[in-house]
């Protein structure tokens, strides 16, 4: 009898361990979701901010139309990819960045667009979305792995493999820019 | 288990634990040097604290917000403080941007409140304001934003309630017992015996070293999380040498806070009574020194908790770790990035960032701004009358929209 019962115990204790590793996986997965959900906002926010950019700055760049054409094309071929993978959309966005690099490089060289104040405000707000695209980029990453980490540890590893849990994919903007800063690290 | 806990959090949680105890000792002591009976006293200390802890918790901000004269902004009062917040809030994942504070005061500082991340804010001087470049900005705003995300601003508040309630305890009971208590003490000597004169001197002994106690307990959880929320910030940021240079800017200036008091001290990001050229022993100073966090920050190899604590275990000995082992198990490598937003655009430099805070304070006063045409700006107060205003310099007649 006291068998039946040391049985019933042991399937008890691993059915509630099942239990609360598959929510610390559900809740991993949300923040994953949650965090793409962030770099969404932030691209669709440069989206938004570009025509406005172009409008201001076509009365001065006289110049720069190649430079003003490549941040538009760029700018849709992005906004037509939404639906797409983390991957593809990371080359996409990162086209857009270096090409919007490009056009606020040459801004130097006209001194009436730097001082308008229309100009500068939208300056603040492009370099702050371009913050928060990497910030947000950052955050997501860090939780894809610390997700992927969980799937692929065990004992989560045997849960999600049961349950269905795959791994995330992370968001690498490949730009040649983005390629350049230097990446060290010893840990 | 030993790492356990050597953990952080556990720390924490057992100092908070040695402040409570030093108050149930004290308030069983008021009781049986005032009424010959522990419980009475405990209730009384109990009674006490909770009225602390029910005002710190619901008006505690307000009331630091008050103390220190901060004023709300919004985005479009300056969009660039707002916005660093903003990229602050997204790298540390928090639910909601905390509210922005300005507080006009030379003297840079900064600091966090809120009992939870929901309604949580940040203030900030203008003297801050106008000496850092938006790399320290975000570093300074990483650091009060992990302050946050870290509870810490909760912890603090609770191990501030436990120090006040033991202060105000003490102090009354020192005055009591010296010019009303003797009396009574007589009297019931006769009765108790010697056991009462024990207890009274142990009383007086705890009366007067638990304040002493309670305070140091309270800074050197202070200073835990001082660390803690400087690695956060390498973290958030990725860029270390941000929060280092702004710490230095910080140290440099001589001017010092006007509306901070001892309570206060812990919650800024930098101990806003430090003296000048005296270093603070690190026993009495609710921030660990700033040389050292500096030096900390710029020899991190990588933006992790493992390196921030590689580095700290260099400074302080190994074994003596600074970030709890929960959040070191998680740590994953992360590299730092290069200097500088200011790749795709044109910092403001000081004088324009000074410009910028004076609008902003003159704005939030209620006054008008109005640009006359020969260029001067004319500043018209809120309880000016008149349809139009005389420019001092040409003459014109502006009208006061």
């Known amino acids: ?187 | 288990m030993w790492e356990q806990i050597r953990s952080n959090q556990t720390r924490s949680a057992v100092l908070v634990a040695g402040m409570g105890v030093l108050l149930l000792l004290i308030g069983y002591l008021l009781g049986m040097v005032f009424f010959d009976n522990g419980l009475g006293g405990l209730i009384i200390a109990f009674i006490v604290w909770g009225i602390m802890s029910l005002i710190a918790f619901y008006q505690g901000d307000s009331i630091l917000l008050g103390l220190s004269r901060a004023r709300k902004i919004s985005h479009d009062d300056n969009p660039r403080l707002y916005n660093i917040v903003e990229e602050m809030k997204i790298a540390s994942g928090l639910e909601k941007v905390p509210d922005i504070y300005i507080i006009d005061d030379p003297a840079p500082n900064a600091f966090a409140t809120g009992r939870n991340p929901d309604k949580a804010a940040v203030a900030i001087t203008t003297g801050l304001l106008q000496k850092l470049n938006r790399d320290e900005l975000q570093g300074v705003i990483g650091h009060e934003i992990s302050h946050i995300k870290n509870r810490d601003v909760l912890l603090m508040a609770i191990s501030g309630v436990l120090l006040g309630t033991i202060v105000i305890l003490a102090w009354y009971a020192t005055r009591l017992m010296f010019f009303g208590g003797m009396g009574r003490s007589r009297r019931s000597s006769s009765s108790g015996g010697g056991g009462q004169i024990i207890v009274l001197v142990v009383a007086i002994v705890l009366m007067i070293l638990a304040p002493i106690m309670a305070q140091l307990i309270y800074f050197a959880i202070s200073r835990k999380r001082e660390y803690m929320a400087d690695a956060s910030s390498a973290l958030y940021t990725r860029y270390p040498e941000g929060l280092a240079s702004a710490l230095e800017k910080i140290a440099a200036s001589t001017s010092q806070l006007k509306s901070a008091n001892q309570a206060t001290a812990p919650m800024y990001i930098m101990n806003p009574f430090r003296k000048e050229g005296r270093a603070a022993s690190n026993l009495t100073s609710t921030h660990p020194p700033i040389s050292e966090r500096i030096r900390i920050l710029r020899s991190m190899a990588g933006a992790s908790f493992a390196d921030y604590e590689q580095v700290y275990q260099k400074v302080h000995g190994a074994g003596k770790g600074v970030i709890p082992a929960s959040a070191l198990a998680l740590s994953h490598p992360a590299g730092l990035r290069a200097a500088g937003a200011e790749a795709v655009s044109k910092e403001p430099d000081r004088t324009e960032r000074v410009r910028q805070t004076s609008d902003l304070m003159w704005r939030l006063g209620n006054y008008k701004t109005i640009t006359c045409d020969c260029g001067t700006k004319l500043r018209v107060p809120p309880g000016f009358k008149e349809p139009t205003v005389r420019c001092p310099h040409c003459g014109r007649s502006n009208p006061v929209v």
Do not use: C
């Open chain 1, 1 to 187: 009898m006291t068998a039946v019962w040391v049985i019933i115990g042991i399937v008890v204790v691993l059915i509630i361990i099942f239990i609360a590793i598959y929510n610390r996986l559900v809740g991993w997965r949300n923040q994953v979701k949650n965090a793409w959900a962030q770099i969404d906002v932030q691209l669709k926010r440069r989206y938004d901010l570009i025509p406005n950019l172009m409008e201001t700055v076509k009365g001065y760049m006289k110049h720069e139309r190649e430079t003003m054409e490549a941040v538009t094309k760029a700018r849709n071929l992005a906004q037509g990819m939404t639906s797409a993978g983390a991957g593809e959309r990371g080359k996409a966005e990162g086209e857009l960045s270096s090409a919007l690099a490009r056009l606020l490089a040459v801004v130097e060289n006209y001194p009436d667009l730097k001082a308008n104040q229309n100009f500068l405000a939208l300056q603040e707000e492009l370099t702050s979305t371009e913050n928060k695209i990497s910030f947000s980029r950052q955050y997501y990453n860090d939780s894809v792995l610390k997700y992927n980490n969980q799937i692929q540890m065990f004992p989560s590893n045997t849960v999600a493999g049961m349950t269905g849990f795959k791994a995330g994919e992370f968001f690498e903007v490949t730009a040649e820019e983005e390629r350049k800063a230097p990446k060290v690290s010893f840990s």
